[in-house]
C-alpha cells in the first residue's frame, strides 16, 4: 500500500520505479505499463510547458477514456497545472460558460468534438491553444491556435521536470450541476483527491491481487478517483472500457479475471434485466461499490451473482462521507461517517435533528485538506454552502438510532438519470429561449430502471408547438443525456406566494395522460 507524499504525479513515480513493466491500465486494445505511463505523463507536462502553460492555471480536457486523456492527467498535474476536465456530451452555452469561467487557456480535445469549439468561437474569452487527438486539424477562428497532440509528444521530452507540488495545491476543478444557478466549479487538491481513494480502499479492502474494471469517463470522480488513483495506491491494475455492454459484461469479467467495480445510477439494474445464464454466479467479482443500490433487486443480485455489494453516499465537493460495510451492511442505508468527515442531519436552522427526523444532510471535515476548496470565482457559493462551519450537501436524509445514515431525497434541484447529474436550471434556460416558450419548469420523474427521466413542464407564450420541434431546438444545445424524454404543456405552474415554481407538485403528478414520450414515438438522439 503507497504511503508517500499524496500527490498524482509522486504515486506515478512510485509505481513506475518498483514495476516499470508491468501492466497499469488495459483499454478495450491497448495496455498501458506504469513505465509508459510515467514517461508519457513528463511528456505532456513539457509539452505544456512549452505553450507557456505554468502551476496555477487552467486546461481544460474533453477526451473520451484514453491513454491520452491519462497522460495529460498526469502532465498537467505533474506541471502544477489545474485540469478541468469536461463530459464529452457538452457543447453550445454550457461549454463556453465552463471554458470562460475556468479561464481555460488551453483545451486537449478530440478530433470529433473540435467543431463545438467552432461554434462558440466568439463566446471565448480565453482560450487560445486547442491540443487535438486524432485526425489531422484544420484551421481554427483567431484567436485559437490548433496543435497536432501526436506531433507536440513525438518532440517532447520524457525527463521529470523540477516542479515542486504540494498535496494542498489544486488538482482539479470539477463542475457540478447547478441548482438554483449557473453550474459550479469545485476546486479539488491532491489530498482531497487521495482521501476519496484511501477511503474506497478501505471499504473495498483492495490488494495487489485486484483486477478492478470501470465503464465510467475519466471526466468523473469515480472512473477517477473510485478506480485509478484507488488501484494505484493498493498496487492493483485497471481494466478501463469507454462504454457499458450490459450483453458482455460478465464476459469480460470473466475473461479478464475482474476482482470489483463500481456501479452508478442504473447500472446494477440493467444487469439484472439480462437474461439468467447457468454461469451468472461462475465469475471472478468478490465486491462491488457504488450507488444506489436498488432495495428491491439486491439480494437477489447478491445471490444470481455471487458477490458482495457495498455501499457509499458522496458527492464532488466532499468525495465519499457514508460507507456501508459489507461485514456490516445495513440494507437501504448509505452507511456510518467516515473517519475523516463528521456527518450530522440539520434542520432549516441548522440545528440537529433528532433520530429519524428528516434534514438535510451536513459535513465538515475532522483533517485539513480533505474537503473542495471552494468554487472557483464564485466565493459567495462557496460561504453560502459552508454557512454556519457545515457543508450543505442539498440532500436529505436522517439517522438512526445506530448512526445509520439514510438517503431520502434532494433538497437541490438536481434531476439524477443513469449516473448523470443533469441541472434543471441549465436546462430550463435552452428550453426558455425557444421563442413560442414562455416558460419552463424540469422534473425528475420515477424511470423504469432506476433513478429518474427528465420531463420538461412547458407553458406556451401562444398557439402550438410540436414536441419533436421543440426537442429538435434543444439537440444542439445541450448534452444528450439532458435532453427531456417527457414533456408536458401545460397553462400554469403551481407557484408559492412569491411566485416560486412548486416543483414538487409537479412531482407529485409525475407522468400523467398528456404527457409526451419520445421513446414511444422513437425520436432520434444524436450523440
Not at 492493483?236 to 469479467?253: G, L, P, Q
Request: proline share 6%; charged share 25%.
Amino acid at each position: 500500500m503507497y504511503t508517500g507524499t499524496q500527490t498524482f504525479g509522486k504515486i506515478v513515480e512510485y509505481r513506475a520505479e518498483k514495476a516499470p513493466n508491468s501492466r497499469f491500465v488495459r483499454f478495450s486494445s491497448i495496455d498501458l505499463t506504469y513505465g509508459q505511463f510515467h514517461r508519457e505523463g513528463n511528456k505532456i507536462a513539457h509539452v505544456m510547458n512549452s505553450l507557456g502553460l505554468s502551476k496555477g492555471q487552467t486546461c481544460a480536457v474533453m477526451l473520451p477514456n484514453s491513454p491520452e486523456f491519462l497522460a495529460t492527467w498526469l502532465g498537467l498535474a505533474r506541471l502544477g497545472v489545474i485540469e478541468v476536465p469536461i463530459n464529452v456530451a457538452y457543447r453550445g452555452d454550457l461549454l463556453a460558460y465552463i471554458l470562460n469561467k475556468a479561464e481555460c487557456k488551453a483545451i486537449v480535445i478530440s478530433s470529433q468534438w473540435v467543431e463545438r469549439l467552432e461554434d462558440i468561437s466568439k463566446e471565448l474569452e480565453h482560450l487560445q491553444h486547442v491540443i487535438v487527438v486524432g485526425e489531422d486539424i484544420e484551421p481554427l477562428p483567431d484567436p485559437m491556435i490548433g496543435h497536432s497532440y501526436k506531433n507536440l509528444m513525438e518532440n517532447a521530452s520524457s525527463v521529470s521536470l523540477n516542479i515542486e507540488i504540494s498535496p494542498n495545491n489544486p488538482s482539479l476543478i470539477l463542475f457540478t450541476s447547478g441548482t438554483t444557478g449557473p453550474t459550479k466549479g469545485a476546486i479539488l487538491s491532491h489530498r482531497a483527491n487521495f482521501a476519496l481513494a484511501s477511503t474506497c480502499c478501505d471499504l473495498m479492502n483492495y490488494g495487489p491481487d485486484d483486477r478492478l474494471f470501470t465503464v465510467f469517463p475519466l471526466f468523473h470522480v469515480n472512473a477517477r478517483y473510485a478506480t485509478i488513483l484507488p488501484a494505484l495506491i493498493a498496487g492493483s491494475d485497471v481494466v478501463m472500457h469507454e462504454r457499458f455492454s450490459a450483453s458482455r459484461f460478465w464476459d469480460i469479467c470473466r475473461a479478464e479475471q475482474i476482482t470489483t467495480f463500481t456501479y452508478m445510477g442504473s447500472l446494477l439494474t440493467m444487469l439484472m434485466k439480462q437474461p439468467e445464464r447457468p454461469n451468472d454466479a461462475d465469475n471472478p467479482v468478490r465486491m462491488i461499490q457504488g450507488a444506489p443500490a436498488p432495495l428491491e433487486i439486491f439480494e437477489d443480485f447478491e445471490k444470481r451473482f455471487n458477490l458482495r455489494i457495498t455501499e457509499a453516499y458522496g458527492s464532488t465537493e466532499v468525495g465519499l462521507a457514508m460507507v456501508n460495510r459489507a461485514e456490516s451492511f445495513r440494507k437501504g442505508s448509505c452507511g456510518k461517517a467516515v473517519p475523516v468527515y463528521e456527518v450530522a442531519i440539520h434542520d432549516e436552522n441548522d440545528q440537529p435533528c433528532p433520530v429519524g427526523e428528516v434534514g438535510e444532510i451536513v459535513v465538515r471535515p475532522k483533517e485539513p485538506g480533505v474537503l473542495f476548496s471552494g468554487y472557483y470565482g464564485m466565493p459567495e457559493a462557496t460561504v453560502e454552502t459552508w454557512r454556519n462551519l457545515w457543508f450543505h450537501t442539498g440532500d436529505r436524509g436522517r439517522i438512526d438510532e445506530d448512526g445509520y445514515f439514510y438517503f431520502v431525497d434532494r433538497k437541490k434541484d438536481v434531476i439524477r438519470r443513469r449516473g448523470e447529474n443533469i441541472s434543471s436550471y441549465e436546462i430550463e434556460h435552452v428550453i426558455n429561449t425557444h421563442p413560442k416558450v414562455a416558460e419552463a419548469a424540469l422534473v425528475g420523474v420515477p424511470s423504469e430502471l432506476s433513478e429518474e427521466e427528465v420531463m420538461a413542464v412547458v407553458i406556451l407564450r401562444e398557439g402550438e408547438l410540436d414536441p419533436e420541434e421543440l426537442l429538435d431546438f434543444c439537440q444542439p444545445r445541450m448534452a444528450h443525456f439532458a435532453l427531456p424524454r417527457y414533456i408536458r404543456f401545460v397553462k400554469e405552474f403551481p407557484r408559492t406566494p412569491s411566485q416560486r415554481i412548486e416543483k414538487y407538485k409537479l412531482r407529485s403528478e409525475g407522468i400523467t395522460p398528456d404527457s409526451w414520450d419520445r421513446e414511444k414515438i422513437g425520436y432520434k438522439i444524436h450523440r
